[in-house]
Every structure is written in C-alpha cells, then in structure tokens.
C-alpha cells in the first residue's frame, strides 16, 4: 500500500482543514488507518485512528472534539478533518495504515507499516 498526503496549507488560528490520503492498493479497506503529527524539534505523535475492526475511532487529549478522522473506501481515500485549529497544531501531519494493528498499541507510531510523505499544516496566530 502507498500512501499520498495532500491538504495542508497556512489558515489562521480559528480556523478549518481537511486533509487527505488516497491509498494504492486493492486492500485499503481492511486496514485500520491513523494520523500523526510532528512539529518542528519534537517527536512524531498520534493524532487519530480509525480502527479496522469494528470501525471505532480515538484521538489523542489534544485534538478530541475537534478533529475527526474519516475514510471513503470506495475512493480509497482517508481524511482529517480539522476545525478550531490553534497554532500548537501546527505541523507535518502524516498519514498511517496497517492491517494488523493490534487495540493496545493504536497510538503507537511503530504499529503501521505504511506511511504517507506528509504534509505540512501551518497555523498563525
């Protein structure tokens, strides 16, 4: 499966993004898929999940309420949507997936296989 990102831009605070992921391959929609992010000198962290099984969702403290993950399987396609943006969101956002992605470790970065190039989301005061 590879994975293209798109979407990101400059917006100011307050404001909305979705963004999107269009997947290659013919397994898309048995795998359980996710967002990270990664601000300029900090780690990569979770953002959201949508989760194969059963199609529940999580998020991380930080964006719940606001964020909503999203996919289209017959386009192939996963989204995030974003709203009430606030500087601190600004970041490479990345897009995740993986068919085998186990409950426990759903935040966890080293649980997908496939990764997306990024891209970068900019929020100003």
């Known amino acids: 499966v590879q994975l293209q990102a798109s979407g990101g831009g400059l917006v100011q605070a307050g404001s909305s993004l979705r963004l999107s992921c269009v997947a290659s391959?013919?397994?898309?929609?048995?795998?359980?898929i996710a967002w990270f992010r990664q601000a300029p000198g900090q780690e990569r962290e979770f953002v959201a999940a949508?989760?194969?099984?059963?199609?529940?969702?999580y998020y991380s403290d930080s964006v719940k309420g606001r964020f909503t993950i999203s996919r289209d399987n017959a386009r192939n396609t996963m989204y995030l949507q974003m709203n009430s943006l606030t500087p601190e969101d600004t970041a490479v956002y990345y897009c995740?997936?993986?068919?085998?992605?186990?409950?426990?470790?759903?935040?966890?970065?080293?649980?997908?296989?496939?990764w997306g190039q990024g891209t970068l989301v900019t929020v100003s005061s």
């Open positions: 949508l989760r194969y099984s059963g199609g529940y969702t």
């Open positions: 391959g013919r397994t898309f929609s048995r795998q359980s």
């Open positions: 995740a997936a993986d068919p085998s992605v186990i409950l426990s470790a759903i935040r966890e970065s080293r649980s997908y296989e496939y």
